[in-house]
């Protein structure tokens, strides 16, 4: 019944941009918070950027200054947008939603790989 729908991710060269869509649906996420994970290859799966229901977000070191998380409560929408990539933002990128009642949703993963 819930599903989110992630779009945006590709190839692009370094200090290029891509923005990242995550659409959920089947449920109202208004009151929840919604994010971004990334995982590299041999890596764990870690935070990226989190936004909170009144807008208060959390960054990565690595990627604070660069990366910009917005939402679309109306939409049930979550964005990444990404500027100044580097090779090492390279990962599958995973949407993640922690509802108002607890449960925990996660997109399918959308492939960034920042290459010259």
């Known amino acids: 019944q819930v599903q989110l729908v992630e779009s945006g991710g590709g190839l692009v060269q370094p200090g290029g941009s891509l923005r990242l869509s995550c659409a959920a649906s089947?449920?109202?996420?208004?009151?929840?918070?919604m994010g971004w994970y990334r995982q590299a290859p041999g890596n764990q799966r870690e935070l990226v950027a989190r936004i909170f229901s009144g807008g208060t977000t959390t960054y990565a070191d690595s990627v604070r200054g660069r990366f910009t998380i917005s939402r679309d409560s109306a939409k049930n929408t979550v964005y990444l947008q990404m500027n100044s990539l580097k090779p090492e933002d390279t990962a599958v990128y995973y949407c993640?939603?922690?509802?108002?009642?607890?449960?925990?949703?996660w997109g399918q993963g959308t492939q960034v790989t920042v290459s010259s």
């Open positions: 993640n939603i922690l509802s108002s009642w607890g449960s925990a949703y």
């Open positions: 089947g449920r109202n996420f208004s009151r929840g918070a």
